[in-house]
């Protein structure tokens, strides 16, 4: 059964710093790997989605890595800002799509 | 665009009582999810359909039942409310292929007393 763990499960910065979010997995017999962005009481975003023959994804300041040998995905944040203070929350797609429980992110002014 | 709708936002139901939880999209995508969100248990699968006619269970089925009448539409429904079924949940839509991203409604914030 697949697992995917985030660490940690809270974060604090101050604005500006340029931060990496972990995302590990169990199996890595996986077609993608999805980041979400979760605000309170919204649903979860889509930010990046790598698939399993690629190492890595692109979007404006957010850029995610791959390495499905040593099941291992990471987000990186440049530049951090306020706005970007939200949970953030790794999928692992299989046969199903398993969930971490995500990261706590908090950006200081 | 309005994506995936749910309604209602809020509820609450007393044990025993039945309700429908309602998940619509305007995406015209095959494959529709409902998942329940809680603390320290993550995201989990509830139910799917990969179209219309189609639907199977997922991770955590038991007291709930779905039917997928047109693309659009994906209801669950809670037949006997009972205390450990006070969740989030989260109606989901993508494309069919595996590798489409997954879109999120907002949520209905269920409390069963």
């Known amino acids: 059964k697949q697992e995917v763990t985030q660490i940690p499960a809270a974060l604090s910065v101050p604005e500006g710093e340029n931060l990496v979010l972990n995302c590990s997995f169990t199996?890595?017999?996986?077609?993608?790997l999805q980041w979400f962005r979760q605000d309170p009481g919204k649903g979860l975003t889509s930010l990046l989605l790598?698939?399993?023959?690629?190492r890595e994804q692109t979007s404006g300041r957010l850029n995610a890595s791959l390495d499905k040998s040593s099941g291992r995905s990471t987000l990186y944040i440049a530049a951090s800002q306020p706005g970007d203070s939200a949970t953030y929350l790794c999928?692992?797609?299989?046969?199903?799509?398993?969930f971490g429980e995500g990261t706590q992110l908090t950006v200081n002014p | 665009n309005a994506g995936v709708t749910q309604t209602p936002k809020f509820q609450v139901l007393k044990t025993g009582q039945s309700m429908t939880l309602q998940c619509a999209q305007d995406?015209?995508?095959?494959?529709m999810s409902w998942y329940r969100q809680d603390p320290g248990m993550g995201l989990r699968l509830i139910h799917y359909?990969?179209?219309?006619?189609?639907?199977d269970q997922g991770e955590v089925p038991n007291g709930y039942n779905v039917s997928r009448s047109t693309t659009e539409d994906f209801p669950l429904r809670l037949l006997s409310a009972a205390p450990s079924q006070t969740s989030v949940y989260f109606c989901?839509?993508?494309?069919?292929?595996?590798?489409?991203?997954?879109?999120f409604g907002n949520g209905t914030r269920l409390t069963v007393t």
């Open positions: 995406m015209n995508h095959e494959y």
């Open positions: 199996d890595s017999a996986i077609y993608n």
């Open positions: 790598i698939q399993s023959s690629q």
């Open positions: 989901a839509s993508r494309r069919g292929a595996y590798n489409s991203p997954l879109h």
């Open positions: 999928a692992a797609s299989g046969s199903r799509l398993t």
């Open positions: 359909s990969v179209g219309a006619g189609i639907t």
